[in-house]
């Protein structure tokens, strides 16, 4: 793959590209501001009592794929079942399980909130339900024991093809900011070699 080189001199496009990364770094601080992490643990209501637990745990805060990954598929089939309210202590406890990106686990949570959860809870009810008829399951249920299972089971199912959406997504930035960085880090590279 050839790149094309810009006729700019070296100092702009390096000062181009190093206000573009300045400019990325300050939008995912405001991004994370709200997001727990260790310095800020102490604050949330539940994961407080785990806070001490939680900062000799190195895994929580890693960004590295395999703990975001695992994040990603449990914390968005977690955001997606009936268990508001608890969202975040089951975050916390699955993020210990597996090794997850707790920072990651807990900003999935934020899906279901209060201006969410009718009309999410509706598409998750609705999708198990229509499964479950489709399959012939759960046909001498009582009505709110299918409407739960039916919640449990779209709840499963939208997980998964949102966390499927999300890891597209996370590989896509992932690829775009390793480019990012190869790019700044050509452009350095050919601001300390001297012209010929």
């Known amino acids: 793959m050839t790149q094309q080189v810009s006729m ?5 496009d390096f000062e181009r590209h190093h206000r573009a990364l300045l400019r990325r770094k300050r939008r995912l601080r405001r991004v994370l501001r709200k997001l727990p992490r260790k310095a800020n643990l102490a604050r949330y209501p539940v994961l ?3 806070a001490h637990h939680a900062k000799k ?3 929580l805060w890693s960004f590295r794929r395999q703990n975001v990954i695992a994040s990603l598929y449990l914390g968005s089939v977690l955001a997606f079942l009936p268990l508001y309210g608890i969202q975040a202590l089951l975050a916390f406890v699955a993020a210990l399980l597996v090794r ?15 201006l969410t959860i009718i009309p999410i809870y509706g598409l998750t009810g ?3 339900v229509t499964l479950m008829d489709w399959l012939g399951i759960g046909e001498q249920m009582h009505v709110a024991l299918r409407a739960t299972h039916g919640l449990f089971i779209g709840g499963v199912i939208v997980g998964l093809a949102f966390a499927c959406v999300a890891d597209l997504t996370w ?12 790019r700044l880090a050509q452009l350095r590279q050919r601001m300390a070699t001297p012209p010929e």
């Open 171 to 182: 590989r896509l930035l992932a690829w775009e900011a390793r480019v990012f960085r190869e």
């Open 100 to 114: 997850g990106n707790l920072t990651v686990m807990v900003a999935l949570q934020f899906v279901t909130n209060p």
């Open 126 to 128: 609705w999708l198990g």
């Open 8 to 12: 700019a001199p070296p100092t702009d």
């Open 57 to 59: 745990a190195p895994f």
């Open 48 to 50: 407080k009592w785990f």
